[in-house]
Nanobody, 119 residues
Framework: QVQLVESGGGLVQPGGSLRLSCAASGLLSDYYRVGWFRQAPGKEREGIACISRRDGTHYADSVQGRFAVSRDKDKNTVDLQMNLLKPEDTAVYYC?????????????WGQGTQVTVSS
């Protein structure tokens, strides 16, 4: 089972940008569907972006037009470029193989990376 590790979070002002990276312990084939998720305090974990060879990319309405998910085959990562960040984007961000929260086993979630959007 390929393990994924998130990085790139931090503190950013509203309107700013961050780029998150999801690194894999083994080959992250583009046959895998890879999702980005986030969980804000007091809220359930939600899927925000998904990339797959078959279906391309998909985004939650809340991030559509601001976030972009992509694969870097040289680095063996799936990255999430986040632009025009808003305070409501503050959350712990996770990546996982799969794009539906309910289908991902608990043991497949990593530590996540904290993103805080604040002035």
């Amino acid at each position: 089972q390929v393990q994924l590790v998130e990085s790139g979070g931090g503190l950013v002002q509203p309107g700013g940008s961050l780029r998150l990276s999801c690194a894999a312990s083994g080959l992250l084939s583009d046959y895998y569907r890879v999702g980005w998720f986030r969980q804000a305090p007091g809220k359930e974990r939600e899927g925000i972006a998904c990339i797959s060879r078959r279906d391309g990319t998909h985004y939650a309405d809340s991030v559509q037009g601001r976030f972009a998910v992509s694969r870097d085959k040289d680095k063996n990562t799936v990255d999430l470029q986040m632009n025009l960040l808003k305070p409501e984007d503050t959350a712990v961000y996770y990546c996982a193989i799969g794009c539906q929260v309910t289908t991902i086993p608990d043991e497949n979630w990593g530590q996540g990376t904290q993103v805080t959007v604040s002035s």
